[in-house]
């Protein structure tokens, strides 16, 4: 089946500080890869994705490169700000052949918190 | 573009009520929509997904006739959640997909306590 994987948290940084967070992905077929972001009490919101190898999804700062042949889609963002705190989510659409009507799977979800 | 609104944001009912949850899509038509439930500081747990004009197929696990999606519209899905128990307290977000693309757009979410 699909699954995602996302690095353990809580990540706690100084502003100003390069952040990373890892994903890596099992999927059949061709997935779509996305990153959203969750802000306390709010829900998700569309970070960045990518729809195929190689490509690059970037947004706000933030970067993830769609690598196939590691199956990651790792988040990075050079310089964080207090106001990048909120929880980060990597997904998958499998893509199997439409049928999956767009189903998202979903990682566990990395807590960040930025201190001034 | 792509705003979703859930309606309403929290929601506090007595054990045994019924609630129905809004959701819309205010600038496109969603040909898809999605239920998920989310716990305290864990992921989103699909509960099921609806289609324009047709019934919701539900995730295994998920109790159709205690959550009861009706997708009437382009732009209008109802989750009801009947006889809530405490148990079904829970932060309910849904998202919504158009016709063209496979990105979610994701509504703010409901918070529910069920006393």
């Not at chain 1, 990651?72 to 964080?80: A, N, P, Q, R, T």
């Not at chain 2, 054990?15 to 898809?32: N, P, Y």
């Not at chain 2, 932060?91 to 158009?98: E, H, N, R, V």
């Amino acid at each position: 089946g699909n699954s995602v994987t996302q690095m353990e948290g809580p990540v706690t940084l100084s502003e100003e500080a390069f952040l990373t967070i890892n994903c890596t992905y099992t999927a059949t077929g061709y997935p779509s890869l996305f990153w959203y972001v969750q802000y306390p009490g709010e829900g998700l919101q569309l970070l960045l994705k990518a729809t195929k190898a190689d490509d690059k999804g970037s947004n706000k700062g933030f970067e993830a490169t769609y690598r196939k042949e590691t199956t990651s889609f790792h988040l990075e963002k050079g310089s964080v700000q207090v106001s990048d705190s909120a929880v980060y989510f990597c997904a998958l659409n499998a893509n199997a052949g439409g049928t999956s009507y767009g189903k998202l799977t979903f990682g566990q979800g990395t807590i960040l918190t930025v201190h001034p | 573009g792509a705003v979703v609104s859930q309606h309403p944001s929290w929601v506090i009912c007595k054990s045994g009520t019924s609630v129905k949850i809004e959701c819309r899509s205010l600038d496109f038509q969603a040909t898809t929509m999605f239920w998920y439930r989310q716990f305290p500081k864990q992921s989103l747990m699909l509960m099921a997904t609806s289609n324009e004009g047709s019934k919701a197929t539900y995730e295994q696990g998920v109790e159709k006739d205690k959550f009861l999606i009706n997708h009437a519209s382009l732009t209008l899905s109802t989750l009801t959640v009947t006889s809530a128990h405490p148990e079904d307290s829970s932060f309910y977000i849904c998202s919504a997909k158009g016709r063209l693309g496979d990105t979610q757009y994701f509504g703010p979410g409901t918070r529910l306590t069920v006393l």
